[in-house]
């Protein structure tokens, strides 16, 4: 739903609201993030309580934080598990022929 139709239906949404948090309400019912939730609630006329933006900004920010050193915790565990020494042939790649070709011990020879 785009914005100008869900202002209008969020103004009939709002009279039989009967939960505790109107910016989480929103949020669930028009499926918008909580930034368009309370900017849409404020042009609406909506004031909500600045300690719980501040919360709200502080959470977002420790999410952010959290996602970005999982991805970073990732990349160094598939950088630690990847071997240039071997690939899925070979177990261990001694060379490359002039060809550009690996050669060495292949997976088969090592379970031998």
């Known amino acids: 739903m785009k914005r100008k139709a869900r202002l209008q239906s969020a103004k009939i949404w709002m009279t039989k609201y009967s939960g505790k948090n109107l910016i989480k309400g929103y949020q669930k019912h028009f499926g918008v993030d909580w930034s368009c939730a309370v900017q849409e ?58 060809n550009g070709l690996p050669y060495g011990l292949t997976w088969e020879e090592m379970s031998a």
């Open 41 to 98: 609630l404020q042009m609406m006329g909506v004031q909500p309580d600045p300690q719980y933006l501040q919360k709200l900004k502080q959470m977002v920010v420790r999410i952010l934080k959290r996602n970005q050193s999982l991805k970073q915790i990732k990349k160094a565990k598939e950088m630690q598990d990847f071997d240039p020494e071997s690939d899925e042939s070979f177990s261990y790649i001694a060379g490359f022929t002039h």
